[in-house]
């Protein structure tokens, strides 16, 4: 070769690398600049929204794990209730099943089975089921206990921090399983005084979960919630403590708060990026394509995440809890995430399923109480009224509720409109009717009232 052409070769050679440098700091510069509006606009959302991002985590406040879920730990485990938090070495596959785990399917089954049927009449519980839980009344007593008199069990939680490993939120449904169990099996036995004890308890077990933000304990708290109704409907009367009890604003603000968390953790996860160290033990392992644009792409996913789960709150808040059935809108713009932010998309969190089943807990905590509403109408006149004044009004415009009383002195309930979502095997919903014979006379005794040592 010529050193001419050699000179031109070198020439070109530096003109292409200078070149290449340019377009990869231009790219770097663009990318840098859309990172930071993205995250600022998402910060000027949620501050106009809700209140500055950064305050959220001091919502939730650091706990630790309690004395009263270690207590409960130690009861329910042998029994096959996993409730302590999981990790490799301590998962689901390598723990004894216990009993509950040889009964569990059958439990549920009995009780979708007895939620589902429109009568009040308790029907018997299966003979294993019922030796179930004659063994171990003392340790259901002991939770009992342990929960009326101490409150709710709460584990660790740092939202500032490094985030502690949850407990297993399916222990914690199965034991409010267990618990609504025995109370159906009291009810059955007129055990009244110690069914509602039941009931209280799975109500403070609730409370100490919905104190998390995360939308899996929210939606097992809720999933607890659907299960004690289906036995109060079952009761004759409640203590008038339970009235209270039976409002959705409470479950309304938890579950804007679980959302809002969605939409949290990506801002987190994305600011933990911006701040990470170049040079530490974990960066040494990074490539520098991944230090100089990979960072970047992850925060640019994380904002991505997070501003899809602002749309989500904000069109399923559009719609109100009478119209989310099916949340069309927010559907799709999970499904319509973009491709390259895969690693955003993969977590982004289909909330309207979770609305919706908030939209059903609305309308069966509604239910309940206006059930109660016509037994206490039944109590005071000694039968069925003929008509009860705005128990047929709705919170949800274009329905109603129809009461009735018929030949033979029952009453029938039911909801004029749908329900919020089709009914699936598996699954706990109430069926929004109830036809309810009244023969049981209202008296001192069908009316406890157990002592709550607890009070929220």
């Known amino acids: 070769m010529s050193p001419g052409f050699l000179r031109r070769l070198n020439r070109v050679l530096w ?18 600049v859309t990172v930071r509006y ?37 009861i329910a485990a042998p029994l096959g209730f996993p409730i302590i938090p999981l990790d490799s070495r301590n998962d689901l596959r390598h723990m004894e ?33 019922a030796a179930f839980l004659e063994r171990h009344r003392d340790a259901a007593s002991s939770v009992k206990n342990i ?5 709710p069990p709460f584990w660790d939680l740092d939202l500032a921090g490094r985030e502690p490993r949850p407990p297993n939120h399916i222990g914690i449904l199965s034991l409010g399983e267990w618990l609504c169990l025995d109370a159906l099996s009291r009810l059955y036995s007129w055990d009244e005084a ?18 998390r933000p995360e939308l899996v304990y929210f939606e097992t708290a809720a999933a607890v919630a659907k299960d004690r109704l289906g036995v109060l409907i079952k009761s004759e009367m409640a203590p008038p403590r339970w009235v ?87 559907d799709r713009i999970s499904t319509a995430f973009p491709r390259w932010s895969a690693i955003g998309g993969f977590g982004v969190t289909r ?29 005071s006149l000694g039968k069925w009224p003929s008509e009860i004044p705005s128990i047929e009004k709705s919170n949800c415009p274009g329905t109603r509720w129809n009461y009735g009383v018929d030949g033979t002195g029952g009453m029938t309930l039911s909801y004029s409109g749908s329900t919020a979502r089709p009914k699936r095997a598996g699954r706990i919903d109430l069926p929004l009717v109830v036809k309810d014979g009244g023969l049981v006379q209202c008296t001192e005794t069908s009316q406890p009232e157990p002592v709550a040592l607890y009070h929220p």
């Open 194 to 211: 110690g069914a509602f004890q039941d009931l209280e308890a799975t109500w403070i077990l609730e409370q100490g979960i919905r104190a």
């Open 351 to 379: 909330m309207s399923l979770a609305w919706t089943s908030m939209e059903q807990l609305a309308l069966e905590l509604e239910f309940t109480r206006k059930l109660f509403v016509a037994r206490d109408a039944r109590c």
């Open 97 to 129: 099943p216990g009993e509950w785990g040889a009964i569990s399917n059958k439990c549920h089954r009995y009780l979708e089975a007895e939620f589902d049927r429109p009568d009040t009449v308790i029907e018997p519980i299966p003979p294993d089921v």
């Open 147 to 151: 929960l009326v008199n101490e409150g």
């Open 15 to 32: 003109i292409g690398l200078v070149v290449a440098a340019a377009v990869a700091v231009a790219a770097y510069g663009a990318l840098l």
């Open 244 to 330: 209270a009890r039976l409002q959705f604003e409470p479950y309304q603000r938890d579950m804007k708060a679980t959302l809002q968390f969605e939409a949290w953790r990506y801002w987190n996860a994305g600011r933990m990026m911006a701040g990470a160290s170049y040079t530490g033990r974990a960066a040494r392992r990074e490539g520098w394509l991944w230090k100089i644009f990979g960072r970047l792409w992850f925060r640019l996913s994380m904002a991505e995440a997070n501003a899809a789960c602002l749309d989500q709150i904000e069109i399923l808040e559009k719609q109100g809890w009478c119209n989310s059935s099916l949340a069309a809108d927010a």
């Open 38 to 74: 993205k995250e600022r606009e998402i910060q000027r959302r949620w501050a106009s929204g809700f209140s500055p991002m950064e305050n959220f985590a001091s919502r939730f406040a650091k706990t630790k794990k309690n004395s009263v879920a270690d207590e409960i730990e130690k």
